[in-house]
């Protein structure tokens, strides 16, 4: 007991998620409504929200693309564990990130070990906007165009390390080339094939914050709701980091 009570005395926790609410980045909207409310004569408050699995701070399964494992079936041990925040924010608009990228940051800050989780920090959470009322209707945001992501060569560098998680501040894994790509002819990432399907790689997508978070020291977790047959889910990801020694 004495172990944990030290743990949270010399570590805080980071919120990595993006709020929920109407007017975020999405393909679909999101919706809330009242069912009741104290204001209007009932005894409590409750409301009925209906949003996309892959929307906001979110995981994505493996059959998400065709794969056998639905969200209910991801084992929690892939959920949370020691990280590797890669700075990547000298990646300009679609560029992607290749292995040599990667070897930099093991080159300068140590080895990607097994089992270990890497966060992907390009900055783009400050695409994050939200669209008023009058605007929601109007085309996808500047969040969804242009982003930086992983070639499949870096996915598959991760997946011969045997890291066990992956997260980005993008809304996809993929860098929008290949995200716009497959949008139009119907065909999967290639970075998300090689991470869900070939490495069995976790992925958390549109976090925010990885800037506040050390390059490594970290303990990253992202819990899923336990949805059956779910594709995907929002997530709740945070993580906790040492205290600043004053």
């Not at 030290?6 to 980071?14: A, M, P």
């Not at 209910?72 to 990547?88: E, Q, R, S, V, Y």
């Not at 140590?110 to 089992?115: A, D, F, P, S, Y």
């Not at 695409?127 to 969804?144: T, V």
Request: glycine letters at 8%.
């Amino acid at each position: 007991m004495e172990d944990i009570i030290d743990i949270f005395r010399n570590y805080r926790f980071v919120d990595l998620t993006h709020t929920l609410r109407e007017g975020v980045p999405s393909f679909s909207p999101y919706i809330r409504r009242v069912m009741k409310s104290i204001d209007h004569g009932d005894f409590y408050n409750s409301n009925i929200i209906q949003m996309a699995e892959h929307q906001g701070t979110h995981m994505d399964a493996p059959s998400h693309i065709g794969g056998k494992r639905s969200i209910n079936g991801i084992p929690i041990h892939l959920c949370f564990g020691p990280c590797n925040a890669i700075d990547l924010t000298y990646k300009k608009n679609g560029e992607y990130v290749w292995p040599e990228d990667i070897k930099r940051y093991e080159n300068k800050y140590g080895n990607i070990n097994k089992e270990e989780i890497v966060l992907l920090n390009y900055g783009w959470d400050n695409q994050w906007k939200i669209k008023s009322k009058k605007n929601q209707q109007k085309g996808l945001s500047n969040f969804y165009k242009n982003f930086p992501g992983l070639s499949k060569d870096a996915a598959n560098y991760f997946g011969d390390l045997g890291i066990k998680l992956i997260g980005t501040d993008t809304p996809t894994i993929d860098a929008y080339t290949n995200f716009e790509k497959a949008l139009n002819s119907a065909i999967v990432e290639p970075a998300h094939k090689a991470l869900l399907i070939d490495h069995g790689i976790t992925i958390v997508e549109c976090l925010k914050n990885l800037d506040k978070i050390p390059i490594k020291g970290a303990y990253f977790f992202a819990f899923p709701l336990k949805i059956y047959q779910g594709s995907g889910s929002p997530v709740r990801a945070l993580a906790l980091t040492p205290k600043k020694k004053s």
